[in-house]
């Protein structure tokens, strides 16, 4: 039974991940090598998939911020803002894309509403279709109503899952044009926990 | 290009998640639901997947806490460790393991090396394969005598990919056993960011 | 020399504590007390002090949350929310008490600026003087001007320091009230890091 | 008699000040600006102050990074380990020392105890003294026979706070002997949050 509930899931996250725009991946790819710094920003599991694509940025050699850490500095004009949010209206990441734009850097909106306030506030969009946490209850009550199961991937999971897959292939494709070994990644990688 | 990727990941994903064994996920969802609280822990990327694991467990109502975190307080009797490490090496998890054993909690582990220290300081196992970053230089140097890509999943990512996919299925079945509904999930769902 | 210096930060440090108002300290620990439960916000480093005072509340056995940790959940009525800015204008804690009050959860400010956008939306104010990062550049125009040496305590540090000291005070106040011995908090204290 | 309490915290804060070692500081100083670049460790409130000092030290322009955060990259020689940890037993700054010890970075302790595993393994010491929590119960006992008070500052309060006056006035005499100015350090300071 869950190697069948593993399957249904895989398949949602193919049917999301097929509909992603190439074009909107190439931007994407263009905007984070073009950019003096990246910084990212999410709220809650969004920003959980966003710290793993920092990391990673890490240890492609790349300098890169998560906005709310620590060492993390000013933003300036220069810099890139990637801000992650299935609905496009969780504040966290709106203020900071709000702000980013003021201060004259670019910013990059990972959504699945091409509407919502922070695609529109954005330069650039890759939009991640999947269920939001937003239209979840909605959902929910169709499904009720029709006597279904309980939704497989919950609130925002599809849009998380998916994001997460997508940036990791991201992540191969800025591997391949640089040339970047494995080697020299481990070799970023923190090595003190 | 790009969707083929994607495909290529997919299914590395769905080849490791069929390995995994029934028996496990039924013994892990069993742990958590008989544990007093959850504890998870875990390093770098594979601390992000615990992350978001734990987010939802909260959402289903259930008592977890991140080893870390500001308001995680003493492990005891009766709770459960939650530790994910793709090579089952990694210091921070594999320290928390040892202590929780000597306090009496119950540890369980998520790692791809059942030989590992971690799963052999458990009391119970669930294996996912995928490459780890501690094979991962071996697997480049093979790769590259053997003229071959770039790993489309370099370092840990296949483990954690997986991992999280699973956990996504864990809380599904989960959802399903005890009835929750996603209407309940959302009303705990953070509000202030 | 070095003496000297930690002799004038003390000093400056008691001058801002006692220029704190008893009543507001028992208005503080009066609605920590009546709480449901505790939230908790700040950026930067007053989020750093807001944390560690965080900690202690969860050793008295306080049921307390950190916004913007994993696993925080939905404020509600009955709740209390405790936000820390300076200046009263940062926008992660001046969000998190908007959308509070809305909801209908009270809000407690600690903040150098009784007339700030914070504050004013507060249900109460803890006032805790100090130069706070937003008057950091007229102060350090004039010190230019009268050729005077570089602020012992740049940006916010008076306020935060100030604020982590009197946060320890409360502590101690909850302590001396409900009779909590050291044992039972070194028993919450957190035993896996 | 809040001010009280607040008076009696400062001048224990001040006892504990005047006994650390000028030559110590001087030592610290010159570490931190010899270093290639400087990672922070602590754990509990500990590491909140650990991250207190790391956010000054980014605003100074000092390249440094917190141990457990997204993008920490790897020690390496000719980096500096700052390890913050009261009783120096601690096993995830203990950990991280002799991790880094081993790839050949320098370490430097802040602890209470000189004799502490911590403070063994490091190559420059910073005596802070201050109750720690591994001596608190002991204390608590001999209190309570002699018909004490509870403790002003429990666990490792004393420690903490000093450390965090201690770190602020290192960083003032960085600012001194650098010539920085604040507007400089605001110009570095988060503007996303």
Redesign the interface.
Known sequence: ???R???E??ED??QV??Q?D?KE?DNFVKALLDARRI?I?G???SG??G??F???L??LGIE????????????REGDL?VAISGSGR???PL??AE??KR?GAKVFAITSDKNSPLARCSDYVLLVKGRT?DN??R??ISRQLAGE???????G?LF??ST???L??V???I??MLG????E?????????
């Open positions: 039974m869950f190697i509930v593993v399957s899931i895989l996250l193919r991940l097929q992603v190439e991946i910084f920003v709220a809650g599991r959980l998939v710290r793993a920092a990391m990673r890490m240890h890169v911020y998560v906005v709310g850490e620590t060492i993390t500095p000013a933003i803002l969780t504040s966290f203020v900071a702000t980013s201060l946490k979840a209850v959902d929910y199961h309980p939704p497989l991937t919950p609130l999971t998380e899952l997460s897959i997508l990791d292939a992540i191969y494709k591997i391949s970047i070994s494995e080697k990644m481990l070799e970023r990688h923190s090595n003190l926990e």
